[in-house]
């Protein structure tokens, strides 16, 4: 029996991955440029990291793979980073250090959503969180690190949306307003935001079946409920925005799909036509409870998550990642039978980071040839019973067109010296 795999998840392989490691190696970069740690947190955790009381986001309640062990420990697949990061934040008592403390990760998380372009049961983000103080330069300064990073990469259709959520206060004032309102239209709401009428009715506001129906549209906006403090938090975050010149758009439906945020949360969306219907690039906000909810001291913390691979879709949209042929510097043509003379010279290469490919076949010098030609090598180093015999090889440069007999002590010098003409 032929295996497949699971649906809504996919091999990476070939150009796909190395499209991946580029964007990890830019992370990274960027990582170390904003001054933030790399982190990595176990893909299985318990279920309560994930799950707290009374949540209604579609993520918890609906698209977690959970199992239990031993008919005692309930397991669960991370469906998104933060919540892994702020156990580890709390477990390692990370709070004693010198606060923020700034965590950069990249790894698969897992949601049983129902997959389409954009949208797979096992993907992979790309996250940063920023944990122990409560500032908008703070805020704007983590709207910064995703923008900049998704410029850098040559993204150009994309546009920034953000919205305050407000403080406690402000919520649970919005919140009343939202369900006083919305008792009116019970009958016209779908199962789901029925049930969210009681639990938590700001998430109708993003219900993928409600959201554009005419009341739902006009529904109180959360902008009429926020608290003096976090109007003036609001404020400062646009104003901060607009001096690093990050162009946003206020977007007052914006609540995101998970119950932890507070205050600011964002989104990126392309603009790109091709990328399909699941446009949102990057995710976050501001979690004010959450640190406390995982038991720890009363801090708050920032975010936001990458789709890698929805960033990859319009990377490739935009024309950024095209076909490439991956590069090899030297193909040694083996004419030896039994013998190891090619790969002791390969081995040479290679120590000496030059990419190489060998021979093992017994091939026709022809054959070998076109191998070379096919991988576009600059260097076809030849390799044959005389060569063996005076320790030498046949070195051919692709780019010159000459041919010289290297002794093998020599190679590396000379290989250096043609590489270096290059940049005379
Ligand atoms: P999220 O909005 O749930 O936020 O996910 C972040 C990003 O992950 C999305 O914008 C999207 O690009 C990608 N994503 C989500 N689900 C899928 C899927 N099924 N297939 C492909 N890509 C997907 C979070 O996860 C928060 N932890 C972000 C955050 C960090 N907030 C504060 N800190």
Redesign the pocket.
Known sequence: MAYQTIKGMYDVYGEEYRYFEKIDTLFKHFAELYGYEMIKTPILEYTGVFKKDNDTSD?VTKEMYTFTLNNKDYLTLR?????GVIRSFVQNKMYGNELPVKLAYIGE?F?H?RPQK????Q?N?L???NIGNKDPLIDAEVIAFGYFFLKTLGIKDIKVLLNSLGDYDSRLNYKKALSDYFKDYEAELCGDCKDRLFKNPLRILDCKIDREKEFVRNAPKMSDYLSEDSLHYFDKVQMYLKALDIPFMIDDRLV???DY?TDTVF?VVSTNEESGA?S??????R?DNLVKEMGGPELS???????E???LILAKAEGIFTKEEKSLDAYVVNLLRDDPYALEVLSILRANSYSGEMDYYNRSLKAQFKSADRRKVRFTIIVGEDEKKTQSVNVKDAKTKMQDNVRLDDLIDYLDEKMGEEYE
């Open positions: 993520m469906p998104e980073g933060t919540a998380m949601r959503e954009g949208r797979q049961r993907f983000q996250g940063i969180e995101r799909g998970l945020y989104e699941q949102t690039i990057f995710g976050g906000g979690y913390g920032i975010g936001f998550a990458i789709g691979e929805r960033l």
